[in-house]
């Protein structure tokens, strides 16, 4: 059986669940149960803490796993990165109270720096030559330099909202860009490439639709430079010759665009549909 490894709560549970069950395997049912069996994909699933999921990846007791890149790379495993999954996409940064006098990596030197990820900002500070405190939190970093224990911050940033709440400010270099990851470790399983093609698939399915629509028969080549597809549209004719149908596959979050480009060379008629499962 393929032992894989699904993070049990925080921002990576309920996508990573989602995502399998659109891969075609089935999922737990009650949130406290710790291991599934999906006997029909001869599949075992342990719900771990995320931070965990390296060290069983990489000690080999489990096949793969899904985490983060950041917790990966935080955790020292010998687990490394199959495919990036695409969610969960955040940047690490440091940062500091804004006009304080920490404004450039340089200034670390000396200064105390929270982090729930000491060995990623040890790996980055010590390959530049920069010797800082670091002091070790479990979350809400942002609260700590507010609250006196550090006098700057290095964390995972999303949207920004809360570091800008706790009055903290970016700067210095991209520790990290980071997002979910499928991770193997030193256990091979034959089906380790089954799981990942149906990943793929539905990769592909979250991120674009197909877009429908009918189109004057002289505007196919600039309609064409606008929406390509993946080998080129499938163009089917109409009972009025002036005009055929064209299908093809766009991205997702780009089909609002595409549909006004196409609407201006004359398309009508334009729909857009999900995508429910893919193989390329
Ligand atoms: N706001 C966010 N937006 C995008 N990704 C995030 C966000 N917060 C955390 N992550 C990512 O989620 C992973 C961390 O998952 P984890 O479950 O440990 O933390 P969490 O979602 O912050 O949950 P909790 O803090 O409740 O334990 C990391 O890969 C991190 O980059
Ligand atoms: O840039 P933003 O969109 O504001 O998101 C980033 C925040 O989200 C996560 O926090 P979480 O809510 O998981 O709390 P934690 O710090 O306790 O992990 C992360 O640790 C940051 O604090
Ligand atoms: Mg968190």
Redesign the pocket.
């Known amino acids: 059986m393929l032992r894989i490894a699904v993070p049990n709560k ?2 990576l549970s309920e996508v990573a669940a989602e995502m399998l069950a659109e891969a075609g395997y089935s999922g737990r049912r009650d949130s406290r149960k710790l291991v599934h069996t999906d006997s029909r994909n001869g599949v075992e699933f342990f719900y771990l803490r995320p931070r965990d999921i390296a060290t069983y990846v990489g000690s080999g007791a489990l096949h793969v796993g899904i985490t983060g890149r950041d917790l990966l790379l935080d955790s020292g495993s010998e687990a490394s990165e199959v495919e990036a999954l695409d969610f969960a996409d ?1 940047t690490f940064r440091f940062a500091a109270p804004a006009g304080g006098g920490i404004s450039e990596l340089e200034h670390l030197a000396g200064k105390r720096v929270a982090t729930s990820y000491p060995k990623l900002v040890d790996d980055f500070l010590r390959a530049r030559g920069i010797v800082s405190e670091l002091v070790k939190l479990d ?4 609260s700590a330099v507010q609250l006196g224990v550090a006098d700057a911050v290095a ?9 800008r709440a706790a009055g903290l400010e970016i700067f210095g270099p991209v520790i990290l860009q980071s997002t979910a990851v499928l991770i193997g470790g030193p256990t091979e399983h034959a089906d380790v490439e089954r799981l990942l093609r149906r990943l793929r698939g539905v990769l592909v399915a979250r991120k674009y639709v197909i877009m429908d629509y009918d189109l004057p028969v002289d505007q196919l080549d600039a309609a064409t430079q606008v929406a390509g597809g993946i080998e080129s549209p499938t163009v089917s004719p109409l009972k009025d010759e002036r005009w055929v149908a064209v299908r093809v596959m766009v991205r997702a979050d780009e089909a609002n665009q595409v549909m006004d480009r196409l609407y201006d060379l004359g398309a009508r008629a334009i729909l857009v549909t999900a995508i429910h499962a893919a193989r390329l």
Not at 139 to 142: K, M, S, Y
């Open positions: 925080g921002s955040s979350g809400a970093v942002e964390d995972v940033v999303s949207t920004g909202a809360t570091l």
